[in-house]
């Protein structure tokens, strides 16, 4: 094994030997570039999707933009599933506990499998409904259902394919992830071009080129996992798949209050959603849009945010208290600085990043000037995103629920129901700046303290 290697640098972990700081922070760097190439791939593909049908005109870009945070309540829970397995993964592969590991990858894939099943089902059947309820028009509900029926239709593909990577990326396989999510996001711009304008779907042609280019990716990932990981592949070892009662109560524990925070998080942006729509598709079409710009500058944080969870959840597996805390702090001031540089130029170059997914004057303008508000919020929301990832490393998910429903439902969505009818977007976005930079606040103080590395589960 050579000297400064990842597997070398994670056997220091799993042994019990001294690391210096230097090889803590090649490590965090070894498992960090490739997570922020994989994030850096699934932002170009947002912005894909999204370019593509901004050609198509304000309207169907608004029907996306009205049911997006609903798909993303609907993958928050099937990855909240997942992460109760990998976070095991993590702990066991720090332990050197390998077999272990496989137990749980049979049992994590399965039980992602049947929940996002249900909620595939459960999608399907609110689809007709759902852009109502949201307070969409009539131009724009037809494509909104039709958008989120096709995309629950592929959800279990996409969960269990998250769910794979997830564990490869606990045992501390960062790479092949992170070709994967690459290859999607080539995959999903050639489908997406066939069936937005070769077939002429339009909104329908973009949930089918990203939901078959999932499925495709997803076949992969399992094929890599379970026949070619040093880790995790199961070829030629015997093992039940059928769930086991400790198993699943450890995944509970973490999965649990994820799911609540997925309510909050997701809820608060369903009703912010709710609180924008009335401002019209312009508007609409202007926030989603930004949302989507908004990505390039935060896509390094959940790059850390992913290693984070590896390093303290491998760290805690070996009980290395210190050594934990210490790769925390490594990740989330590495995340810091970066996210404070990007949203310097996300300010400058706020009206570039908006024109290249719409050709609508009226939405680049108002996208560039919200961008241009949570530009000041960065560097905390940094903070609090890498944080997260390391509290989840150590299977502490109940308190930083408690921080996001504080951040989403006190902060943002109260400010913005007072300065959203006085200020338009605008007045939403500043909300959105307030939350976050208060969010970051709090997360720095609970990483400071030691309740977010006491509980075990191995």
């Not at 070894?30 to 699934?42: D, M, N, T, Y």
């Not at 049992?107 to 409904?129: E, N, P, R, Y």
């Not at 508000?373 to 995103?385: M, R």
Request: charged share 10%; aromatic share 10%.
């Amino acid at each position: 094994m050579q000297s400064g290697s990842k597997d070398y640098l994670l056997s220091l972990i799993r042994e019990g030997k001294t690391m210096t700081f230097a090889e803590q922070l090649r490590l965090t760097v070894l498992l960090a570039v490739p997570a922020i190439l994989a994030q850096f791939s699934s932002v170009m593909m947002q912005y894909i999707d999204t370019a593509m049908v901004g050609r198509l005109g304000a309207n169907p870009s608004a029907s996306i933009g009205l049911v997006a945070t609903s798909t993303w309540i609907f993958a928050g829970f099937t990855m909240a599933v997942a992460t109760g397995f990998s976070v095991q993964v993590a702990h066991r592969c720090g332990a050197g506990d390998f077999v272990g590991a496989r137990q749980v990858l049979r049992q994590g894939l399965v039980s992602t499998l049947a929940v996002s099943s249900l909620f595939c089902i459960l999608g399907v059947s609110i689809s007709g409904a759902l852009p109502v309820w949201l307070g969409g028009v009539p131009e724009i509900n037809g494509d909104a259902s039709a958008y989120f029926r096709i995309y629950s239709a592929f959800i279990p593909f996409g969960a269990v394919g998250y769910a794979a990577n997830a564990m490869l990326q606990g045992s501390g396989n960062m790479k092949v992830p992170s070709i994967l999510y690459v290859s999607m996001c080539v995959l999903d711009v050639i489908l997406n071009y066939v069936f937005i304008y070769g077939c002429g779907m339009g909104v329908r042609g973009a949930a089918l080129g990203t939901g078959l280019s999932e499925l495709l990716t997803t076949a992969v990932s399992l094929w890599f996992v379970l026949c070619r990981s040093k880790e995790l592949g199961i070829m030629g070892e015997r093992g039940s798949f059928i769930p086991t009662a400790e198993i699943v109560s450890n995944a509970a524990g973490i999965t649990g209050p994820m799911w609540l925070q997925n309510l909050v998080m997701r809820g608060a942006h369903v009703a912010s959603t709710v609180i924008v729509a009335p401002l019209g598709p312009i508007a609409i079409a202007a926030n989603a849009f930004a949302i989507t710009a908004e990505s390039f500058c935060y896509m390094p944080g959940y790059g850390l945010e992913e290693a984070a969870t590896t390093l303290v959840g491998q760290s805690l597996g070996a009980r290395r208290k210190e050594i934990a805390r210490r790769f925390a702090r490594i990740t989330i001031w590495m995340a810091a600085i970066i996210m404070t540089l990007l949203a310097v130029a996300m300010f400058v170059f706020a009206r570039q990043l908006m024109e290249l997914l719409s050709s609508d004057p009226d939405v680049v303008a108002l996208g560039a000037r919200v961008l241009r508000i949570e530009a000041f919020a960065e560097t905390f929301y940094a903070v609090s995103i890498v944080a997260y990832g390391a509290c989840v490393g150590a299977g502490d998910t109940m308190v930083p629920t408690i921080l996001n429903f504080a951040g989403m439902w006190v902060i943002r969505i109260g400010l913005a129901i007072f300065l959203t009818p006085r200020l338009g977007l605008v007045g939403y976005w500043i909300a959105m700046c307030i939350d976050l930079n208060v969010r970051g606040i709090l997360f720095l103080g609970r990483i400071k303290g030691n309740g977010w590395m006491r509980k075990r589960l191995v």
